[in-house]
């Protein structure tokens, strides 16, 4: 293309993390590229809290380290000396009264050594040897499963699916299995059909067999330093960005409108605040389906998350007594606690331990300070907390806390509290999840359409930029297009 000549005009709406590797990718290769974002700041679900003079990240934390994706974005940026490993002390599963080490892992809490110490620990010698049968299956018992939940008790038995993996898939995609369709977590029905075992699938989907959780990683003043980086990058290669502008609707204008563009995107009172050959939509699903007009979709397709996080003074937890964080079954009423006793649920479904899982958060809070980061939302039912006041909010989870960590905290001891509420769409495959076909021009990219987790996301944020430069060089006179160089 020569330097003179119209380059294609893309406008990414949405400034996470999945908008920003889009607008970078289309921007190196060649495109003129304005990201709008309705927000005052960029980053989406990353994003950072203080709490007690420490800072922490109070979105996503952590990213897998399978396939290298997020790694090689984090050296492109120039951050690869800040990449930091969580401290390998293992993760639990509350269920019952029980307080259960998850086993080693292949993936969503399939155990990766169904006759292990601590899979017998978790299922009992009767589930641990029904579930060690499972590479011995036939391939066809379970194929024709229709949820991820089905699959997995046809393999592995319902202790497996009830103890280990329901509570990793609440915690992991804030929905229950049952929901899941065997498609949800990426790779692994190729990964089944291929090996003819879902543990063996499993355990291939994974780094390795280090204890659950094990194969993530962060970056040491948090994950928010990805944005900042991003951030950074996409403005030196001149890509515009407009924050607190919030899209409105997509107004298509046909191939005919070029060179004015194909595509304008409008703020409120019909303000225009870009035009482009194309659109990426990386936006939650909800807001996707709004833009591209689907009557009532405001409120649909998000299961709402709220996540509390406690800064502890309580040196007692020095021990870690649950090592990295802990995962909880419904109904859960944690250790110590007899189930006929009175004693009421654990509401949150999942904590992690901030100050035991990241040296450097420990670090910074200082001797005896711990920071507990609680998660609160089930698929279909609304957080727990949502609408209640702070000092409620402390109650709530300084109980949990105390019933998941198996040490009963003083309500003096808590010395600050932060709460974050986030919307999270329906995962990719989920048995309830109804497709969304956008018109020709616009491609969409987030979690709901490539997967959870940054890996997913990020990859799918580069067939996004490519899908869409593709899309958009196509509305250019011949001699001005451009072959994209992404993959």
Known sequence: MEPDSPRPRIAVVGGGVSGLTAARELAVAGADVVVVEGADRLGGRIRGAEIAGTTIDIGAESFATRGGTVAALIEDLGMSDQIVRPAPLGSWVIDGNRSIPLPAAGTLGIPATPLSAATIRALGVSGALRA????????????????????????????????????VALG????????LGVTTVPGLAAAFAERGSLIAAARDLRDGQAAAGGAVAGLREGMTQVIAG???????????????????????????????????????DGAVLAEADGIVLAVPENVARRLLGERGATGQATDRIEVVALAVDDPRLDRAPRGTGALVARDAVGAGARRDGGAAPILAKALTHVTAKWPERAREAGPGRHILRL????AGSAPETVGLDDAEVR??????ASRILGIDLRADTVVDLVRCTWRMGRPPGSRDAR??????????????????GLAAIVQGARTAAATALASASLRLPLTNRIESPLK
Do not use: N
């Not at 997995?152 to 202790?159: D, I, K, P, Q």
């Not at 992991?172 to 929901?179: G, H, K, L, M, W």
């Not at 491609?443 to 959870?452: H, P």
């Open 230 to 268: 991003l951030e950074t990058e996409v403005t030196r290669l001149g890509v515009r960005v407009l924050r607190g502008s919030k899209v409105q609707r997509l107004e298509e204008r046909g191939m005919s409108a070029a060179p004015a563009g194909a595509w304008r995107v409008l703020g409120g």
């Open 395 to 400: 109650s709530i989870a300084r109980y949990d």
């Open 172 to 179: 992991v995609y804030s929905a229950d299995p049952e929901r």
């Open 132 to 167: 060690a049968v499972e590479p011995l299956l036939p391939h066809r018992i379970g194929s024709d499963a229709a949820s991820f939940a089905a699959l997995v008790r046809a393999r592995l038995g319902s202790r497996a699916l009830d103890r280990l993996v329901r509570p």
């Open 435 to 452: 497709p969304l076909v956008a018109p020709a021009g616009v491609t969409l990219a987030g979690d709901w359409v490539s997967g959870t």
């Open 375 to 378: 998660s609160y939302g089930r």
